[in-house]
């Protein structure tokens, strides 16, 4: 069945940096597209920032330029770098991908379990 796991994420004071690590389980024929959504208290969740297979890129105005995204297709894995974080960065966030796995033929989107960021003023 497939998975998507997290890693990272934590407590850290404004202007510090974390890194996101999200991977997919075995059983992948394909990944699409891979992001990175983040749900505040109160709000609904919002696309931070995703990459295609090839490597085009594109990300909320709220994180351009501090935010990185990234992935490594033989390793079936997405990062999220996210440097200069604001109390306002503080989120549960998550990844997503579109997979086909070995055992359907379908393109189906999953998500991960989600992780805390808190930035703390």
């Known amino acids: 069945q497939v998975q998507l796991v997290q890693s990272g994420g934590g407590l850290v004071q404004a202007g510090g940096s974390l890194r996101l690590s999200c991977a997919a389980s075995e059983m992948i024929f394909s990944i699409n597209v891979m992001g990175w959504y983040r749900q505040a208290p109160g709000k609904q969740r919002e696309l931070v920032a995703r990459i295609t297979y090839e490597g085009n890129t594109n990300y909320a105005d709220s994180v351009k330029g501090r935010f990185s995204i990234s992935r490594d297709n033989a390793k079936n894995t997405v990062y999220l770098q996210m440097n200069s974080l604001k109390p306002e960065d503080t989120a549960v966030y998550y990844c997503?991908?579109?997979?086909?796995?070995?055992?359907?033929?379908?393109?189906?989107?999953?998500w991960g379990q989600g992780t805390q960021v808190t930035v703390t003023s």
């Open positions: 997503n991908a579109n997979i086909r796995s070995v055992a359907s033929p379908l393109t189906e989107t999953y």
